[in-house]
């Protein structure tokens, strides 16, 4: 495969942006080599400097449940733009934006938007000291929810002990009030409420992680969570950035019927364009600035363009039910992968709900936490990685992360998939 005009622009951007790239995944780091350079995308397919085509498994790490270019997008994107880029003033079409999320999304009663998913999860958790008067947060390690501060941290060694640092540049004072417990273990919740109950503000979660790849809520865990941040007079905030219109229209807490008292979005509701929001019942939401005393503010929050492509994508969504089809699809997909995989002897385990899934290499029969997770075989999946890549086959270059499929991934699409996991399980096997 020919990559040498994506060399060229990785040597010439990283001349001039950290590691070349505007965020780390995309470095490539833990596959190795170089990523190749994306000229343009049209519905499954990307399409990169060299002229190379690929299957997008990745979806611009999920905002694109609908693929590249899909027209209705394009259009609302074009006429938006012929409008006006921003203009620092209420449009009526942030108001449609927002009007949908509350008639989609069960708990939200009021919503705020601002312009990515870090922002979305720092305000909801200023709003959930407010509101409680409470200052700890407790996290769970594996499930990422931005770059703010208090929340750069992995788990120390104890259950519900304070936690590390993950980044430089955090001061210890930061993170001494993040909490950070295994995903999906209640006793550890408990735990950490028998410790410092008094002072928790808020659990944050993603309800589905899908930051150390695809894992699933065991059952009963989410329900749990609700019950014992209710019982303590605490916030329950759903993380759905990425599992928002994905998992279902209503996001994940739809499909398990647990009902947060504050979620934070991202990613599908702005079609492809940056945006965030965070919105929950109306007591709390009130709380917000200017109706409240909990400031927040943005210069570009609820952008124009962005609304428009977030609604366009929404009144798709809203139109046509596109989720069977895909749960459908990715269960043919993973279903197929684990018999390629057992027939070649290769030990995986799959994950998958909706149209998100994660293949991990392990000889263990469940995965279910970060520390399951970060016991898998990192040299297979570099090695099932660079022979997908060969394929034309465009997985997250990471072992963490969720793969997605978007409306446009059509049988044909996974059937081709298909015969060539066929290959690449025959190529880890020699
Ligand atoms: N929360 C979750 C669950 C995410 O997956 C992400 C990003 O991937 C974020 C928050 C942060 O969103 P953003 O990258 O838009 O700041």
Redesign the pocket.
């Known amino acids: 495969m020919n990559k040498d005009i994506s060399k060229e622009l990785f040597e010439k951007a990283q001349r001039y942006i950290p590691g070349g790239v505007n965020s780390p995944v995309r470095a490539w780091n833990a596959v190795g080599g170089y990523p190749p350079f994306i000229k343009r995308g049209e519905g499954a397919y990307i399409y990169d400097e060299d002229g190379n085509c690929f299957v997008d498994y990745f979806s611009s790490?999920g905002p694109l449940i609908l693929g590249h270019c899909h027209r209705d997008v394009v259009q609302a994107a074009m006429s938006a733009i012929e409008k006006g880029t921003s203009f620092g003033a209420p449009t009526e079409i942030e108001v449609k934006l927002c009007e949908t999320i509350v008639r989609t999304v069960p708990s939200i009663e009021m919503v705020r938007l601002v312009n990515?998913?870090?922002e979305a999860?720092m305000s909801a958790i200023r709003l959930a000291r407010a509101f409680t008067g409470k200052k700890k947060i407790v996290k769970f390690e594996g499930c990422?929810?931005?770059h703010w501060d208090p929340l750069l941290v992995k788990a120390g060694s104890g259950l519900a002990t304070a936690n590390i640092r993950s980044s430089a540049g955090v001061p210890e004072e930061i993170v001494k009030d993040t909490v950070v417990i295994p995903y999906n273990c209640t006793s550890a919740v408990q735990q950490a409420f028998d410790r410092y109950g008094d002072d928790i503000a808020c659990v944050i979660v993603?309800p589905v992680a899908?930051?150390m790849g695809t894992v699933l809520p065991v059952d009963g865990f989410l329900q749990s969570l609700r019950e014992i941040t209710k019982d303590n007079n605490s916030l329950l905030i759903f993380?759905e950035?990425?599992t928002g219109y994905r998992i279902s229209l209503g996001g994940a807490q739809e499909r398990f019927k647990v009902f947060p008292d504050i979620t934070?979005l991202?990613k599908i509701i702005g079609g492809g364009l940056p945006v965030?929001a965070y919105g929950g019942r109306r007591e709390i939401m009130e709380k917000v600035s200017p109706l409240g005393d909990v400031y927040q503010a943005g210069t570009l929050s609820g952008n124009p363009l962005a609304c428009a492509c977030g609604v366009a994508t929404l009144e798709v969504l809203l139109r046509n039910n596109i989720y069977d089809e895909m749960e459908e699809r990715t269960k043919k997909l993973c279903n197929a992968i684990e018999e390629i995989a057992l027939s070649k002897g290769i030990k995986i385990v799959i994950n998958k709900i909706a149209s998100m899934f994660t293949i991990f290499f392990t000889e263990g029969k469940r995965v279910e936490n970060y520390e399951t997770v970060s016991k898998c075989n990192g040299e297979m999946f570099r090695k099932f990685f660079s022979l997908s890549f060969e394929q034309g086959l465009y997985f997250p270059p990471s072992p963490y992360e969720t793969s997605f499929l978007s409306a446009a991934h059509n049988d044909d699409i996974i059937d081709k998939t298909i015969s060539s996991m066929e290959k690449i399980f025959k190529g880890l096997k020699s």
């Open positions: 790490w990515s998913g870090t999860v990422y929810h931005g993603e899908g930051n993380d950035v990425i934070c991202g965030g």
